[in-house]
């Protein structure tokens, strides 16, 4: 490998060894020069060893979108859990639930991460897996009795995944989106 190349892969992988070495220094819960050294170390150690592929990241933030999507992931955070709430106290059990595929419409590996955590921590759905070549989730959904509850559960993952994308896709992410 050229000594351009090594650096090249060196400033894609500086993300990652700046989050293992704030994850290291949590970990440990005293901020000190030898748990930043010796997590500076064992994250060169990890990101050589262990090698991943790297997370095209765009550069793109656009805070009002962010803005955006956090509150309406923090309404639907609140509703839902009063939902599964009310079905779990009801006196009657749920009558369906569903395992629903949704094609996303975008292709990256980060927003498709990132809309699978979000819909993972909303209540009443549960990503049972994601599927990177065709960009499918496959979510189980709580309470949808009919097909239009079915409809509803994936037009709310694509919502998701849209509001991820105007905060956060490139640009091939937001030409792939719908008008």
Same mark, same amino acid.
């Given at each position: 490998m050229s000594e351009k190349a090594a650096k090249k892969r060196m400033l894609h992988q500086l993300p990652l060894i700046v989050v293992l070495v704030i994850l290291w220094m949590l970990l440990w819960g005293n901020p000190s020069?030898?748990?930043?050294?010796?997590?500076?170390?064992l994250a060169v150690f990890v990101t050589r060893v262990f090698y991943l592929p790297p997370v095209d990241l765009t550069g793109r933030f656009h805070p009002w979108h962010f803005a955006v999507f956090v509150g309406n992931f923090s309404f639907q955070l609140v509703t839902?859990?009063?939902?599964? *709430? *009310?079905? *779990?106290f009801a006196p009657r059990p749920v009558?369906?639930?569903a395992v629903i595929g949704v094609q996303l419409?975008?292709?990256?590996?980060?927003?498709?991460?990132?809309t699978a955590i979000a819909l993972s921590l909303i209540p009443g759905s549960l990503v049972l897996e994601a599927d990177r070549e065709k960009s499918i989730l496959y979510l189980h959904v709580l309470n949808t009795?009919?097909?239009?509850?079915?409809?509803n *559960?994936?037009?709310?993952v694509l919502r998701i995944e849209r509001r991820i994308v105007l905060a956060l896709g490139s640009r091939d992410d937001l030409e792939r989106l719908p008008a």
């Open positions: 020069w030898l748990n930043l050294v010796t997590g500076l170390v839902a859990s009063f939902q599964v *709430a *009310a079905q *779990a009558k369906r639930n419409y975008t292709r990256s590996d980060l927003i498709m991460t990132l009795p009919t097909t239009d509850a079915v409809e *559960a994936r037009s709310q």
